[in-house]
């Protein structure tokens, strides 16, 4: 996306209303087929769920994977859809996908969800804590968006899914090859399949706010000196039993030291957003031994894991977090590592001539973050 266009877009739609492109991605049709989809759901590393809409034991019956022929031999022949979860590490078309999306903060990234439909499949009505853009790879959907949900909007009880009970549509698209549409996080939406189809769905998520408190206040007691306590020197006398507005303003000044710790909150956040979705996922790393220089002068290369997740902050001093962990790195390395896919020895080299990058690297590469390849593999 160009800058102009992504200023416009990050100023007038990102999580405030919907956004239909047509011939966002043309040529997407050809990158993943329903066949290579589903032997990705054979596999037991691999997230999947089938939903059946009708033709289930119950209505909007959930399925979880790993699925056998068999299993798909036995679905209905319409209403039923196919789910897997992060594609982007494991098929490298799909992951070349994020590329389009440099202009949102790479953090924010959770995956690439791709399904497949049956005539009529659907996954009902919905909302999601998430921004998502879809992508119409095959076939057609029809899409009818609502209103704004929260966690009071009424659904299903009885079933797995977060069904909506009541939809009341404000828009409606027919999505065909190559159109987009972007949804923001707790707009109701509705895709049903018209005739086969696959549609792919790039995810943004974002801690809530119960995962921030909560998160920050665990990081915070497991910091905090016991010896630290309540204090209330000066109080004035109080009936029986009460507490006092004086109390609640000292727990008030307790609570914002905590808010006000820059350096807990930045760690915290790095690590929090970093953490990988699927932990036992290491889609192609390969551990390679040797010194690290001599191996890119030799036509050698560094590769990150899709699997892996990167970001770095500057201030106060620049720190990369990678998988949950945190580094001191040089700026500049830091940049390098959070950006391309593969990480070549013209970039590389000048960035290694002290031993704590070396060593760094030698840590992400024998973790799995990081690993080896010939620029000719």
């Not at 997740?309 to 700026?331: I, K, M, N, Q, S």
Request: aromatic fraction near 10%; proline fraction near 6%; hydrophobic fraction near 40%.
């Amino acid at each position: 996306m160009r800058e102009r266009d992504a200023r416009r877009f990050l100023r007038d739609y990102w999580q405030r209303k919907p956004l239909l492109v047509r011939g966002a991605l043309p040529g997407i049709e050809s990158l993943l087929s329903a066949d290579e989809l589903a032997g990705l759901a054979l596999e037991p590393e691999v997230e999947s769920r089938i939903v059946l809409a009708r033709g289930g034991r119950v209505p909007w019956e959930l399925r979880n994977g790993p699925f056998s022929e068999k299993d798909f031999a036995g679905l209905p022949d319409s209403h039923w859809s196919l789910l897997v979860q992060a594609v982007d590490q494991w098929v490298p078309q799909v992951h070349a996908l994020r590329e389009r999306f440099a202009f949102l903060p790479a953090w924010r990234f959770d995956d690439i969800m791709i399904s497949y439909a049956s005539d009529q499949g659907s996954v009902g009505p919905h909302f999601d804590h998430y921004d998502v853009f879809l992508f119409q790879a095959s076939g057609r959907r029809r899409w009818r968006i609502g209103g704004v949900c929260d966690q009071h909007t009424p659904c299903l009880s009885d079933a797995k899914l977060r069904i909506l009970r009541h939809f009341e549509t404000h828009e409606e698209y027919l999505l065909e090859p190559g159109d987009m549409l972007y949804i923001p996080t707790g707009v109701a939406h509705w895709g049903v399949a018209e005739g086969e189809c696959m549609t792919w769905s790039v995810g943004f998520r974002a801690p809530s706010h119960a995962e921030i408190i909560s998160e920050v206040a665990t990081v915070a007691a497991a910091r905090s000196a016991d010896e630290l306590r309540y204090t209330d020197a000066g109080m004035e006398p109080v009936p029986d039993g009460e507490i006092p507005e004086q109390a609640v303003r000292q727990l008030q000044r307790v609570l914002r030291g905590v808010a006000d710790d820059a350096d807990l909150v930045r760690e915290w956040f790095g690590r929090f957003m970093t953490e990988r979705k699927y932990p036992e996922s290491d889609a192609q790393a390969r551990r390679v031994r040797g010194e690290l220089r001599a191996w890119l002068r030799a036509d050698g290369c560094l590769q990150r894991n899709p699997a892996a997740r990167f970001a770095w902050t500057a201030a106060p001093r620049c720190t990369l977090y990678v998988d949950g962990d945190c580094w001191p790195c040089e700026e500049r390395l830091a940049r390098l590592l959070c950006g391309p896919m593969v990480l070549d020895a013209a970039s590389l080299l000048p960035l290694l001539r002290g031993k704590p990058a070396r060593t760094l690297l030698d840590a992400l590469t024998a973790r799995g973050a990081l690993y080896r390849q010939r620029r000719r593999d």
